[in-house]
T-cell receptor, first 111, second 114 residues
């Protein structure tokens, strides 16, 4: 079945450094790749997404890149701040509408 | 604002009980999903529905069933609760099956089976 692998499971960076989280997917028909942020005790919320016909998208300090050939996509956070500390999930949506998530990355930004 | 509401924040049930988790969305979304969230395992899809009375199995449907009699409501049923079903359950909805349709999550139900 469809699968999304996410790495690393934990990531610790100093404030101001960059953070990169990587995901791979198995379903070549996947056409939509969202990233969610989940703060402690709260529900996941969308922070950025990308469609399969786009290679890169940026929104202020966050960016997502997609390599369809390799079935690989990544989240990049620059100039990290303590409020970026959270669990981040990548996901892939297949043509049938099924939304499959990765295992999550716990990001810790140290002041 | 889209609102996805789950009926309970915390539930404690006994082994063998039949458990109903309810989810309601107020934005006329076609798609609704049930996930369970466990540390290190991420969000695993149990079932999803793309229309009233339509359902499809996710990755871990065993021990669960669902019901979608009305578009706004999607229920998850644990036929006979077991301790390994202790988890956080998250409901989500999205406008359609197409790309670029954000999924909105409920606040989650923390279920403990004793």
């Amino acid at each position: 079945g469809e699968n999304v692998e996410q790495h690393p499971s934990t990531l610790s960076v100093q404030e101001g450094d960059s953070a990169v989280i990587k995901c791979t997917y198995s379903d070549s028909a996947s056409n939509y790749f969202p990233w969610y942020k989940q703060e402690l005790g709260k529900r996941p919320q969308l922070i950025i997404d990308i469609r399969s016909n786009v290679g890169e998208k940026k929104d202020q300090r966050i960016a997502v890149t997609l390599n369809k050939t390799a079935k690989h996509f990544s989240l990049h956070i620059t100039e990290t701040q303590p409020e970026d500390s959270a669990v981040y999930f990548c996901a892939a949506k297949g043509q049938g509408g099924k939304l499959i998530f990765g295992q999550g990355t716990e990001l810790s930004v140290k002041p | 604002d889209v609102k996805v509401t789950q009926s309970s924040r915390y539930l404690v049930k006994r082994t063998g009980e039949k458990v109903f988790l309810e989810c309601v969305q107020d934005m006329d979304h076609e798609n609704m999903f049930w996930y369970r969230q466990d540390p290190g395992l991420g969000l695993r899809l149990i079932y999803f529905s793309y229309d009233v009375k339509m359902k499809e199995k996710g990755d871990i449907p065993e021990g669960y069933s669902v019901s979608r009699e009305k578009k706004e409501r999607f229920s998850l049923i644990l036929e006979s609760a077991s301790t390994n079903q202790t988890s956080m359950y998250l409901c989500a909805s999205s406008l359609s099956r197409g790309p670029n349709t954000e999924a909105f999550f409920g606040q989650g139900t923390r279920l403990t089976v004793v």
